[in-house]
């Protein structure tokens, strides 16, 4: 069948990994099910999901890109939902084997989770770009979206800690995310280039979705590449964001720790001052209307609604909220 644009709402998610996802792959599920009972009027979604690459990492000689696989196997139907990354029915015998020859196995890489970094390693050898390489693997996981590596090009999170720096991965796998964190920049974020089909995919959506991502290490890293940050500035009033916090605390992981090391107060009113310039509404959980003004007299439109996603229906219900916001 031809694709008919004008049909079409062109959807733009900014996405990191596990938080990310649960919104991603509810988006996406709207798209897939024409008949779906939240919301008739919602289906003819064209979707893009432009992902953080800044927890990218080399090991054992392969391309591992942590973000972009959660979300190609979340949209793919193929996620450990339990876990919240990997693939389902995975086994680590790989990972046992490399432990008892003695090799680094403190990330954990399932066994058919490495076919994945084997392939995207050797088309990366050959010269594809990563852009290319995602296109590939999500065709091959029969993804009928897109997912936008933010860009081709290594931009490493690096955490500052009292025991050294480290990349991202170290910080909160290896030594699980115990030291204390002085400070977090992205290395090669100068250097980097912005996909250009992330930039088209940005200019050209109806809708702008912040997914609920780690502010620190899922969102920045993609807002602060040059050009990428400009593309949203102009289409700010399409953009809105959902809060990883809630309250006084995000809702999981280590943003926190992140948000203190750069200065910022534990709140949604911090996560709407780190989106300034980018974002014309916030959406904030129901439980925080005292934090409504402050986000307010920073220019941006404040929503309020159940935004904990603990199961498929959660998460259908946000993502039919969004499309109709
Ligand atoms: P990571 O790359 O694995 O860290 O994943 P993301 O950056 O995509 O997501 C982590 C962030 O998502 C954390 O800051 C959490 O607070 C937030 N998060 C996780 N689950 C939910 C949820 O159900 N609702 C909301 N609003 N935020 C969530």
């Not at 912040?210 to 700010?236: E, F, K, Q």
């Not at 107060?265 to 709407?272: E, H, M, R, Y």
């Not at 920073?298 to 199961?311: L, S």
Request: aromatic fraction near 6%.
């Amino acid at each position: 069948m031809l694709f008919d644009a004008k049909s079409m709402d062109r959807v733009v998610v900014l996405a990191g990994g596990t938080g990310s996802v649960k919104l991603a792959r509810a988006l996406y599920r709207l798209k897939m099910d024409k008949n779906s009972n939240y919301d008739s009027k919602i289906h003819d979604i064209h979707l893009s999901i432009v992902c953080n690459v800044g927890d990218n990492i080399w090991m054992h000689g392969l391309y591992i890109c942590p973000d972009l696989d959660t979300i190609m196997y979340g949209l793919g139907g193929v996620l450990d939902r339990r876990r919240g990354w990997g693939l389902i029915d995975d086994t680590f015998n790989c990972l046992a084997q490399l432990a008892r020859l003695g090799g680094e196995h403190w990330f954990m890489l399932g066994d058919k989770d490495i076919a994945t970094h084997i392939i995207r390693s050797m088309m990366l050898r050959e010269g594809k770009r990563l852009c290319e390489v995602t296109d590939h693997l999500c065709s091959r996981l029969g993804i009928d979206a897109r997912v936008i590596p933010a860009s081709d090009d290594h931009v490493e999170t690096r955490i500052i800690t009292d025991s050294g720096d480290m990349h991202l991965q170290e910080f909160w796998v290896k030594h699980k995310g115990m030291p204390d964190v002085k400070s977090i920049v992205y290395r090669g974020i100068d250097d980097a280039r912005v996909c250009d089909d992330a930039i088209n995919a940005i200019e050209e959506a109806d809708k702008i979705i912040i997914a609920p991502g780690n502010p620190v290490s899922s969102i920045l890293p993609i807002l602060s590449l040059r050009g990428l940050r400009d593309a949203m500035m102009r289409v700010r009033e399409r953009c809105t964001a959902v809060s990883p916090i809630i309250g006084k605390d995000p809702v999981s992981g280590p943003a926190a720790k992140y948000m203190r090391a750069l200065g910022y107060d534990i709140s949604p009113v911090s996560v709407a001052e780190m989106y300034r310039g980018v974002i014309s509404k916030l959406v904030i959980h129901n439980t925080d209307l005292e934090y409504m003004d402050a986000i307010r007299a920073k220019g941006i439109d404040v929503y309020a609604t159940d935004i904990i996603m603990d199961d498929e229906h959660d998460e259908a219900r946000l993502a039919s909220y969004l499309l109709r916001l």
